[in-house]
């Protein structure tokens, strides 16, 4: 069993930064691979970034390119999204997931946080 919390969203003017924060409980989270997805009102849920159990591998969507960054520490159980250059459409709720098996198949999710970014 693996428990993800996310936390660090709020409303931010476009241009400007946050950073997510995902904690997890459970002893598999240090070989899950972890995920950041987002879900627009009325848009289906997306796919936003992945990073490996080890950290050393990381993928993004092409729109957020250049602008998020996703990391983790396992020492902390905690994976991380940091937000910079945000963009009222990067509006929406975010979750963290857990792909225990590394996969591809998130089996995890946390319950979400808010990112509002007004023009």
């Known amino acids: 069993q693996v428990q993800l919390v996310e936390s660090g969203g709020g409303l931010v003017q476009a241009g400007g930064s946050l950073r997510l924060s995902c904690a997890a409980s459970?002893?598999?989270?240090?070989?899950?691979?972890m995920g950041w997805f987002r879900q627009a009102p009325g848009k289906e849920r997306e796919f936003v970034a992945r990073?490996?159990?080890?950290?050393?591998?990381?993928y993004y969507t092409d729109s957020v390119k250049g602008r998020f960054t996703i990391s983790r520490d396992n020492a902390k159980n905690t994976v991380y999204l940091q937000m910079n250059s945000l963009k009222p459409e990067d509006t929406a709720v975010y979750y963290c997931?857990?792909?225990?098996?590394?996969?591809?198949?998130?089996?995890?999710w946390g319950q979400g946080t808010q990112v509002t970014v007004s023009s």
């Open positions: 997931a857990a792909d225990i098996l590394g996969n591809g198949r998130y089996v995890y």
């Open positions: 990073i490996s159990w080890s950290g050393e591998n990381t």
């Open positions: 459970g002893r598999t989270f240090s070989s899950s691979a």
